[in-house]
């Protein structure tokens, strides 16, 4: 990652210029690559079970970083109350480290729907984005890793369980997703409920012509 990780967002920073988000669990590689950075990037992500949790906050402290903070702690909770605890110590730590909730994105960690307690976790992901949302003040972000929920189906089945687990998430409030953007029926569903939204204005052609 120390070597990879920055000479792939050094490409990217020089032919897009996008908001870049750096999933990487080293320290060094993180150092470097928001470096090369020319917009504050996301930090993905910051849980209960780090070893150097002062080094990325103060990472994110002095680049303006964006940071995703991830309900997990050894384990992952499977309670709405589960996860709202890990969350609200990982708000005061981060503002602590006076990393605003403006900049903070939180994720109630998304289990796939296969898994043993798979739909317990989601009905309390789902519960907990509603809670971020009436609970937080100042008001925080909220994130979820949409495409996890599939992880394990069968191919044909992914992009129908994604599409609608999007849609379930953004009705509680969801305010970003980690998803694969190449898959069509996903990137329909994320312009459609921008569309709802008033983000952007609908156009027949325009979702035609997603993917």
Known sequence: DEEMLPKVV????QSHDPVISLDTRN???????VSLCTKPPIINYLSLEEQN????????????????????????PTSLEGKMQVLEELIEMSNAADIPNV????????????????????ASSHECILALKEMVDPPINTIAWISNVSA??????????DSTF???MAGAGLDAAIVDVLDTE?????????????EIIF?????????
């Open 10 to 13: 050094e490409v990217i920073v």
């Open 27 to 33: 320290t060094e590689a993180l150092k470097r690559s």
């Open 53 to 76: 949790a002062e080094e990325i906050l103060s990472l994110c402290r002095n680049n303006q970083c964006w940071l995703i903070i991830r309900a997990l702690r050894g384990i992952i």
């Open 103 to 122: 900049r903070l994105f939180a994720d109630p960690s998304v289990v796939h729907i296969g898994r043993g307690m798979g739909q317990d976790h989601i």
């Open 152 to 161: 394990g189906l069968n191919k044909n089945l992914k992009s129908r369980v």
């Open 166 to 168: 999007m849609t379930y």
């Open 186 to 198: 996903i990137m329909k569903t994320v312009y459609l409920i921008r569309s709802f939204r008033d």
């Open 203 to 211: 156009s027949e052609a325009d979702l035609e012509g997603v993917g």
